[in-house]
């Protein structure tokens, strides 16, 4: 079985910060990470994805993650968040036979 | 625009009644999977069909039911509703029979409220 948990729900940071939300996972196989992030009233987007390819993955916006197999992890970065970066972020887990799991979702705020 | 398209975008019922919720995949994705998104349980995954066929079962109340049509869209059948049901309902579509290597393409939702 695999679980996802993120490191606070809610994350707030200054215009022109440094963004960082954290993911750890479990997973018995191989894993295939996501990064969806949902604008309000909105579904939930894609930000960027991980295939067992380059361990580090750029994804649109501006944000990139970094799998790192031996902290379990798939951290969600930005160098400098700007205001619509506003939202909320799900990391999401899948392997081989496996359906997708989300984890709780952390919110961004964006202080002027 | 993610290709998805969900309708109705609200909806407001009783307690007991009975609602249905549409879902037309992106052209092309075989694949529709139904999640319940709630402020308590955040994002459940409740049934994926796959070309007409239950492919998996989720966290689906037996009160829920859904089918996929020849033409791929799909419905999800909410029944008994019940005050826990309201919630945010999204749809979301994917080409391949298995998701775990292609991401999903999520509709912007039913938000379903039962009074």
């Known amino acids: 079985a695999q679980s996802v948990t993120q490191l606070g729900s809610h994350v707030s940071v200054s215009e022109g910060a440094l963004v960082l939300l954290r993911c750890n996972y479990s997973?018995?196989?191989?894993?295939?990470l996501f990064w969806y992030v949902q604008y309000p009233n909105q579904g939930l987007q894609l930000l960027l994805k991980y295939t067992s390819a380059a361990t580090l993955v750029k994804g649109i916006n501006g944000f990139e993650a970094e799998f790192k197999k031996s902290e379990t992890s798939f951290h969600l970065t930005k160098p400098s968040a700007h205001m619509s970066d506003a939202a909320e972020y799900f990391c999401a887990v899948s392997a081989a036979g496996q359906n997708f799991v989300f984890g709780p979702g952390t919110r961004l705020s964006v202080l002027p | 625009d993610s290709g998805v398209t969900q309708t109705p975008k609200h909806l407001i019922t009783a307690t007991g009644q009975r609602v249905t919720l549409r879902c037309s995949p992106r052209s092309g994705d075989l694949s529709v999977y139904w999640y319940q998104q709630s402020l308590d349980q955040g994002l459940q995954f409740l049934i994926q069909y796959y070309n007409g066929e239950e492919r998996a079962k989720g966290n689906i109340l037996e009160r829920f039911s859904a089918q996929q049509f020849p033409d791929l869209h799909s419905e999800l059948n909410l029944s008994s509703l019940e005050l826990g049901d309201s919630a945010l309902y999204f749809c979301a579509s994917s080409g391949s029979p298995s998701s775990y290597n292609s991401p999903l393409h999520f509709g912007n939702g039913t938000r379903l409220t039962v009074t």
């Open positions: 997973s018995s196989v191989p894993p295939y």
